[in-house]
């Protein structure tokens, strides 16, 4: 059947025009780039997701880096795997499979499917971030032909049939190609989801997509003709944006990408964040004739990431609490309620530890026992909140002659037991000489009451010697030597003689200072 001529002669022309954009598209590359606008759309991801992943790992907050980079990958089919990867080469956070997905790139070097993000700490480069996404034929056929180029074809073709055919019959003189072309090329930039917009060499709005009107919330015919310029564009909610990309790569005639920005909605109260990207058109000649804006709005993603970073901060909050209600039950469970110096059992923990480390590295250590003596008469006379009082005197008094590595725990009742490490029997003697010598003449003093009281206490010295198998002994002959300062008459200080293997008293004229 022979077709009629008004028709054949319509699909010739239309196999001749797509013939020809192939052709120029395969030779010249005349036709918009899907590859590269995709490129672009990856790499604005990229870079917002490393934006977000830089504030994280300020943090240390590795973990929720990883769970993130999981998420994304579960949630978002054309990403496969995901990794922070630091400036010498260690992962800090990836997704499973990245190991196997990624293919070793060139140093910063990004391609359709392998995304590098530099990250820096100030303007040192500290780390990176890589994006394996998934390449057209890991996505099979279909997605090959339901690609915009074979769509755009497809449009060319059939709409191209139908403007040919009307050609033919109407005769050449009814066509305004003025009125065809600024069609198609508007219908190409309606598919696209980013804002775009056409401006000529004064700033002047010459075309846009029904994206950008959209963002903006303008008629299409309020927005032809004005200066982009003349928009309400903020850098802040505050404060109104003085220098644009768009006069930059016009002047400079240079691309100018990745641009933060802000527009108030027209209609909406709110107010659009936007990454522009500014492209300078030129003539044969290099002049610059124009500039081609795109806006893509990542106002969501940005709330997402405020939404993440305030999760974040109460995160740090309620950690830093349940730190600070952790320290306070240690506290509780350690320490003596009434001096603060170490329980019994906390005390005794301590005095393993430290006994073993002496035994261990051939270590001098000795122990100080000591208590208050004729407290029962202070309980008796004055009372049990005095009672209370002389005892938390004595301690501070005890702990003003301690070095900070000594340990002062509470033996039980008035009676107290200081650890002193990495001191032999004849230092440990001066030390208790001292406590006692401040006890006599100062604690009664700090006591508020009325009558002038007088404090006194005993002291059992003792040190770890060669045959010595547990920390008990220690305390139990420093036990001894102060029971023999109590039976000596108080107020003095006794040590277990190792030698003699028996407690005896100081000599009043050995530790005078």
Known sequence: ???????????????????????????????????????????????????????????????????????????????????????????????????????????????????????????????????????????????????????????????????????????????????????????????????????????????????????????????????????????????????????????????????????????????????????????DHGQVTGVLVSFNDVTELDEANAQLMDALKDLHESRTEIIKKNEELEHLATRDPLTGCWNRRAFFERLEKTYVNAKHNDLSLSCIMTDIDHFKSFNDRYGHALGDQVIQVFVKTLIECLRPSDIIGRYGGEEFCVILPNTDLTGAQEIAERMRRRVETESGTKIRTTSQLSITSSFGVATIGPAMIDPLELLDMADKALYEAKEGGRNQVGFWDTQMNEPKLNSAAVFTR
């Open 1 to 283: 059947m022979r077709l009629p001529p008004l028709i054949a002669i319509s699909i010739g022309l239309v196999s001749l025009t797509v013939t020809t954009m192939l052709l120029g598209n395969t030779v010249f590359s005349v036709a918009p780039d899907e590859r590269q606008q995709l490129f672009a759309y990856r790499q604005t991801l990229s870079e917002s997701l490393a934006v977000q992943y830089t504030a994280l790992a300020s943090q240390d907050e590795f973990e929720t880096i990883e769970f993130a980079m999981n998420q994304l990958v579960a949630r978002t089919d054309d990403i496969v795997s995901a990794a922070l990867v630091s400036i010498n080469g260690a992962t800090l956070a990836a997704t499973t499979a990245h190991h196997q997905a990624w293919s070793p790139q060139k140093k910063d070097e990004s391609t359709l499917e392998h995304m590098q993000v530099p990250i820096f700490q100030g303007l040192a480069k500290w780390g990176v971030l890589q994006i394996r996404f998934r390449s057209k034929h890991e996505y099979g056929l279909l997605a090959w032909v339901s690609t915009r180029w074979i769509g755009y074809l497809t449009f060319v073709a059939i709409l191209g049939f139908l403007a040919y055919w009307l050609f033919m019959k109407r005769t050449l003189r009814h066509l305004d190609p003025s009125s065809v072309i600024p069609k198609r090329v508007k219908a190409a930039l309606d598919n696209l989801e980013e804002g775009v917009v056409i401006l000529d060499n004064q700033d002047r709005i010459l075309l846009t997509n029904t994206a950008f009107v959209r963002q903006s919330g303008k008629q299409m015919s309020n927005l032809l003709g004005i200066k982009l310029t003349e928009l309400p564009w903020l850098i802040s909610k505050d404060q109104m944006m003085e220098e644009h990309s768009w006069v930059t790569a016009r002047q400079e005639n240079c691309p100018q990408t990745g641009f933060p920005g802000l527009l108030a909605h027209a209609e909406k109260e709110e107010v659009r964040k936007f990454l522009i990207n500014s492209s300078p058109i030129t003539d």
